[in-house]
């Protein structure tokens, strides 16, 4: 157990090298925040209890993503990585501030319209398979 505790500060810091996640990473806490800003009444920047634990739980499946810099957008993704509940919350998440992302980062935006447009690779543990 201590094994895997060691090696998690180097998973988080995949978030900061990995320029893919590393956008992600800052697409979905700017979600987060405004979402928790309009239902949960926070000061801008801030987090309630709640949205606080489900981002923390969401940026740790993004810095465990097999695909790496190679993830595909989330909507063709192979791999469910989300518990339901946590599915639920950034479905919620994702679909009120989604079309809000325009006004506040339309670059974000059109990047991940472009990324959607790439096909998704195979899974990650299938690559190396022979057919």
Known sequence: MADATARRPDRMRRLETIP???SEAETLSLMTRRYCRAFHG????????????FLAYALRRLAS???GADKPVCAKC?????RAAEKETA????????PRLLFWRPK??????LQSRRPAPE??????RNP
């Not at 479905?91 to 989604?98: A, E, K, V």
């Not at 899974?123 to 190396?128: E, G, I, V």
């Open 20 to 22: 893919q996640l590393k």
């Open 108 to 113: 974000l935006v059109w990047l991940h319209l």
């Open 65 to 67: 993503c097999p695909y």
């Open 42 to 53: 926070t000061p801008d920047g801030l987090l309630c209890p709640a949205c606080a634990e």
């Open 123 to 128: 899974k990650p543990r299938n690559r190396n």
């Open 78 to 82: 192979r791999i469910h990585c989300y």
């Open 91 to 98: 479905r919620r998440i994702m679909r009120w501030s989604g």
